[in-house]
């Protein structure tokens, strides 16, 4: 139930992902792990131990998550969040038939920095896509489970015309602007306690990866070098 956003500049690229979740729900400010003898960086969800953004600075590859629209499983067996962190390890995502049925609906995005390349991933409850994408496009994308068709539409055009200059294009500002309230009348699910509670930022610079973190509750910003 987020906002993000990837803009390449002359330089690389900056992705920063607005999380809106409800503000009892602890996360914990980005640190280092190593899994599967991986550097991986990410802020974690303390409920499931999940992550919705992060780096493998082994693969030197940067990834999302945000939740979506679609059929909902009668029974989850394993949350978005904890599939991203495998999707990082992996560097892709799979599934086989039976999986389909146990996962929410989700969008995911994979940088593979090494080989411009950005793949989607998207799963509805029935269907399972993935799709190359073009790595020099700016983009901008909605949690189709918490805001409206015409929300959407709308912050698509703000950041279609405020990212017209990428290298002068402030992510930073523009998601900052984009942080609701707690429970903010634009949102679909409405008196869940949800307001914007963190946003992160991953810039690419010169093949130098800087992750930013600002816990909106704590008021409090993290900012260290990926190496």
Not at 22 to 51: C, I, M, N, W
Not at 157 to 186: C, G, I, M
Request: glycine share 4%.
């Amino acid at each position: 139930m987020c906002i993000v956003s990837y803009v390449p500049t002359s330089t690389g690229f900056m992705l920063t992902f607005n999380r809106d979740e409800v503000f009892t729900r602890s996360s914990s400010s980005p640190q280092k792990y190593a899994e599967k003898r991986q550097k991986l960086y990410y802020p974690t969800d303390r409920l499931h131990g999940g992550s919705w953004i992060g780096v493998n600075a082994t693969k030197s590859t940067v990834g999302c998550i945000l939740n979506a629209k679609g059929k909902q499983p009668l029974f989850k067996t394993k949350s978005r969040g904890l599939l991203f962190l495998e999707s990082l390890t992996r560097s892709s995502i799979h599934f086989n038939k039976n999986q389909l049925y146990e996962i929410a609906p989700f969008t995911c995005f994979l940088f593979f920095i090494n080989d411009n390349t950005v793949m989607k991933y998207s799963l509805n409850g029935d269907t399972f896509l993935s799709e190359q994408i073009d790595p020099h496009h700016s983009f901008i994308l909605c949690s189709s489970s918490l805001y409206s068709l015409q929300t959407q539409q709308h912050i698509g055009t703000l950041f279609k015309d405020e990212v017209a200059d990428a290298d002068l294009f402030s992510a930073a500002s523009f998601h900052l602007k984009l942080r609701r309230k707690r429970n903010d009348s634009v949102y679909l699910k409405q008196q869940s306690d949800i307001q914007t509670v963190s946003i992160t930022s991953i810039s690419a610079y010169h093949n130098k990866l800087i992750m930013k973190y600002y816990d909106i509750l704590a008021d409090k910003t993290n900012s260290f070098n990926i190496q």
